[in-house]
């Protein structure tokens, strides 16, 4: 039977309306499955006036077939077969005449029981005592309370539409009462209309201008900006973000294209599609890569038949561009030089100082990077970049468009005539904001970038404040997340180790912490990290593992590791090796270290096994520091029938004490040539526990 | 049209549904929010309906008369309405309508928007009205003040009147509207807004307006101790304008902010918390 459930509200945030429709068919399913009661085809609908929820749900839950279990079949049944008292006992109890017992086979044995089946009661009772508490126990990034009542929600609720079969279902929920009808798109039909279907209810929506369907919209207001772009051979600047939001934001959506002088093109491209983003949700137009004098705009309505709509966003939209005009000809009036003297009072952190001090410190973290990564002919550059990248944040721009931190400054400093090593590097060192968002384009951005994050993360560190699963004001994690895809993306080899001593070092007295605090702090942070980024990838939990346990002072070559990892998953000689890496652990387990002495090798299978260890260690210590981990993986293979011949015919654990340390040391010093690649010990086999 | 009528028309409005028409507060405040007529009425239990005009002060966005659309002063048209009707939101379209305002040729739009005062520990839910794109009215669902739940809850609404009067003439500078038929907004308003920028920026003395803010921050001490919340508020009201005015002079460090912010907010707090206990008490 058809069900409906349709909450109206005051308009909710585009994100409160997409986080409730998920909870709500979570929550539906998983109820009506508690409930034995049949849910199919469940899907949701909404605006920001309105969740919605429909499917086919089972006119009544399914029966029940109980078993009841009562004495055992030797203890109920005497041996001339009669019934005995406990099973006359238990059949009064159950209200059933003896002769209904059966005999129910368990694990245990045999017992007396008896079937009993409970008849399923009608959803129509069901579904009132499920769905208010369903509705209240939806939650929201923020909630609010309204009028005389505790009840808590998104927005204060209006109206609720609830249909079972075509008939209203009764309940009420944060003081409202449900009922059969809906009402229209706020302005033009806002009175109530009843339905009895999903489709008259939707169908009449439609009539009153209200598309209940998210995916109609975006399809509407895709194919009007298409239609009122056709003549001018432009494109939307993309903005996926907003697309959303206003996908949500609208019940009936009006595209609308509307223009602005000429005047204002002058402004930088990014400057004018921020501030039409951010104060008025418009979308700026361009072709060839640079802004027209047009925009777009997506209005609540289903016609501008007066052009009221456009011209009245003109007009806003020209006094904003005013704005935005004057801060960019009142900022370029002091260089970003002279500005930078005002970064003295302008506090990044309390504890760790200025702007002023950070700058200093990225000067000498970018000069340190460079020579590390033998950018030596951006060295210049960078530190040059690093000097002016924050004056941007006392400039008028930025205080009006935080967003544009970073950009601004690299606008201005091109402005200035900086050379385009220095201007993209300011331009670029927030980026990446977040693993979606590219990395810098230029070497000098990049390095700008990792030095800016690693500061403010060793900083923060230092200062004793650790990140924790909701805490995380500085943003840490996803500074962390940026330099590991920086130093991907751009594969830069360089000790990341080394790299966060040096930035502990320029901190000084700064920082209070112990430094091998800050530091193993740092390294299990961006561990945790690029585990993340590595299973956000779809790689293999333990794959990652694996790769990553054994450290990561090549960041780089981390992901190098799990690639060839999981390049060489499907070899036949993979498992081998892992078997016979689980083996050596284990053996090794909870052993002192020793030396391996040549003249003790007393075997065969261990002379040989020596060999071809010294071998393949000598050919892949090469290759390891160059990365070429698939390659030094291959050669690891070659181990397996020399390591099996020992473990065949050699008695590691032997009584002879001398022999047994010199056996155990050369598998140690397998082990640990192994763990130069993976630590494959942390990979799962099928049918196989993962040891630790 | 002008901004007269514009403000008769919503005294007429909020009157019929009930508000009691207040008129504008004697002392320099931020926003109409700031005033007793809102910042008692809401925090204690019974029902609340008052409308009014606010002047209000906001010495950093002054412009010397110069930029078309800041003013270091401007009329917020300010609506408490105690707990919040059910239908409020259909009342505050109706009032637009009443405005003349045919919505049926308009794009009106509800953008999340929550408001926040740290220094008197209040903040609510709700958001800007656009019109048009054109942002008119800030309407907002009280949660706490003075760091306090309200119950029942209040909602306000916040005309801007120049916003809105510049929608209904469609003029795009501020000194273009019409006060009455005959006075307009420069006549009335160009002066002082290029004289109190001067001031704002300029003039105003950073020792004696430290000075001001500690003596009225300490009479506002001592008016607490005495349970004179109203003149005690008062001081503080008095303590967020030399704020601000020393804010546009630039006078504040970062350090200082935060404090003086904390004072204020300390104060109020302590005043909301003796109202309610005052008000609740037989």
């Known amino acids: 039977m058809e069900f409906i459930l349709e909450i109206n509200t005051e308009e909710m945030p585009p994100a409160h309306v997409k986080t ?42 399914k029966d029940r077939e109980e078993e009841i279990i009562g004495p055992p079949k030797a203890v109920a049944v005497t041996k001339d077969g009669t019934f005995s008292d406990a099973a006359k006992g238990f059949a009064k109890s159950q209200g059933v005449r003896v002769s209904e017992l059966k005999v129910i086979k368990t694990e245990r044995g045999e017992y007396l029981g008896l079937k009993k089946i409970e008849k399923g009661k009608p959803s129509v009772d069901i579904l009132p005592k499920i769905l208010p ?172 038949s007066k052009s009221l709509i456009r011209m009245g966003n003109e007009r806003v939209l020209r006094a904003r561009l005013e704005d935005a005009k004057f801060f960019w000809e009142q900022d370029l009036k002091i260089s970003l030089k002279n500005r930078t003297k005002g970064l003295k009072k302008t506090v990044f952190q309390e504890k760790l100082g200025s702007y002023e001090d950070k700058t200093q410190r990225l000067k000498k973290i970018v000069s340190y990077l460079a020579d590390k990564i033998e950018a030596k002919k951006e060295k210049k550059q960078v530190v040059q970049a690093a ?197 050596v652990n284990n053996i090794l387990k909870d052993q002192p270290l020793f030396k391996i002495n040549q003249e003790l090798l007393a075997e065969k299978e261990e002379r040989e096994l020596y060999t071809t260890f010294s071998i393949i260690k000598n050919n892949i210590l090469p290759l390891i520091s160059k990365g070429d981990f698939p390659q030094a993986q291959r050669i690891i293979f070659r181990i397996r029938s020399s390591i099996n011949k020992f473990f065949d015919n050699v008695l590691v654990m032997t009584d002879e004490i001398r022999m047994r340390r010199n056996r155990l040391a050369l598998l140690q010093a397998i082990s640990k040539l192994l763990i130069q690649v993976a630590d494959y010990s942390q990979i799962v086999i099928e049918g196989q526990d993962s040891t630790k | 049209m002008s901004i007269q009528s514009l403000i008769m028309n919503l005294q007429r409005f909020w009157a019929e549904r009930g508000c009691y028409l207040a008129q504008s507060y004697d002392l320099e405040v931020g926003a109409g929010t700031m005033t007793p007529d809102t910042f008692f009425r809401v925090l204690d239990k019974r029902a609340w309906k008052v409308a009014y005009v606010q002047p209000s002060r906001r010495p950093t966005d002054g412009r010397y008369g110069e930029n078309p659309h800041r003013v270091q002063k401007h009329f917020q048209y300010q609506v408490i309405m105690k707990p919040s009707p059910s239908d409020i939101q259909q009342i505050y379209i109706e009032s637009l309508g009443a405005l003349g305002i045919n919505l049926q040729d308009h794009d009106i739009r509800f953008d999340e928007d929550d408001w926040e005062a740290p220094s008197i520990g209040a903040w609510g839910v709700g958001w800007q009205v656009l019109l048009d794109g054109l942002e008119i009215t800030q309407f907002t669902y009280f949660q706490q003040a003075g760091g306090i739940d309200l119950f029942p809850v209040p909602v306000e609404i916040t005309y801007g ?106 104060l109020v707090s302590q005043i909301a918390e003796k109202y309610i206990a005052r008000e609740s008490s037989p």
């Open chain 1, 20 to 61: 409730a429709l998920v909870q709500l068919k979570e929550k539906l399913k998983e109820e009506l499955s508690s409930q034995n009661i049949d849910g199919k085809q469940i899907e949701t609908y909404g605006t920001c006036r309105r969740l919605v929820v429909v499917g086919d749900f089972a006119p009544s839950q």
């Open chain 2, 161 to 266: 009147l120049e916003r809105l009067e510049m929608f209904l003439e469609g003029k795009d500078n501020i000194y273009d509207l019409n006060w009455s038929e005959d006075v307009s907004y420069q006549d009335l308003r160009f002066i002082e807004e290029r004289e109190f920028s001067e001031y704002n920026f300029s003039l105003a003395n950073v020792r004696r307006l430290k000075d001001s803010f500690l003596s009225n921050e300490k009479e506002a001490r001592l008016l607490i101790d005495k349970d004179l919340l109203l003149p005690a508020y008062d001081m503080c009201l008095k303590c967020s304008h030399f704020f601000n005015l020393l804010d546009s002079r630039g006078a504040i460090s970062v350090t200082e902010r935060v404090k003086m912010i904390a004072q204020i907010r300390n």
């Open chain 1, 387 to 583: 000097e002016i990248c924050k004056a941007d944040l006392l400039t008028e721009m930025v205080r009006e468009f935080p967003l544009l931190q970073g950009n601004v400054g690299g606008l201005y400093a091109r402005e200035e005539k900086y050379p385009a090593l220095v201007w993209k590097a300011v331009y670029e060192h927030y980026q990446p904001v977040s693993l979606d968002d590219e990395s810098p384009a230029s070497l000098t951005g990049a390095i700008l970038s990792i030095a800016d994050k690693l500061d403010s993360i060793v900083g923060v560190a230092g200062i004793g404040i650790t990140v924790t699963g909701s805490k995380d004001p500085f943003g840490l994690r996803r500074n962390a997340q940026g330099v590991c895809k920086i130093i991907i993306e751009r594969k830069l080899h360089f000790s990341f180790s080394r790299l966060l001593d040096k930035v502990i070092a320029i901190y000084g007295e700064k920082v209070q912490e112990p430094k091998e605090k800050i530091k193993s702090y740092c390294l299990d942070f961006f561990s945790n990290r690029l585990r993340y980024i590595f299973e956000r990838q779809g790689y293999r939990y333990d794959l990652i593992s694996a790769a990553v346990s054994v450290g990561i002072d090549n960041i780089y070559h981390s992901y190098l590791r799990l690639n060839a990892l999981d390049s060489l998953k499907e070899s036949p000689s993979f498992e081998p090796l892992i078997i016979i890496a689980k083996r």
């Open chain 1, 133 to 304: 508490q369903i509705v209240s126990s939806l939650t929201f990034p923020k909630m609010m309370r309204w009028g005389e009542s505790s009840f808590r929600f998104s927005r204060p609720m209006k109206n609720i539409l609830c249909l079972f079969g075509g008939k209203m279902l009764s309940f009420s929920v944060g003081g409202i009462q449900t009922g059969n009808s809906t009402a229209g798109h706020k302005i033009y039909f806002p009175e109530k209309i009843i339905v009895r279907s999903f489709r008259e209810y939707k169908e009449t929506l439609r009539k009153m201008k209200v598309v209940i369907d998210q995916e109609e919209r975006r399809t509407m207001i895709l194919n009007q900006i298409v239609r009122k772009l056709a003549s001018l051979k432009a494109t939307v600047h993309p903005d996926e973000d907003l697309f959303e939001h206003i996908v949500y934001d609208v019940e009936y959506p009006h595209v609308f294209l509307g223009s602005f002088p000429e005047e204002y093109l002058n402004l930088p491209l990014e400057v004018l599609s921020t501030a039409m983003r951010e104060g008025q949700k418009v979308f700026s137009i361009v072709k060839d890569k640079k802004q027209m004098p047009f925009f777009l705009g997506v209005a609540d309505a289903y016609q501008d």
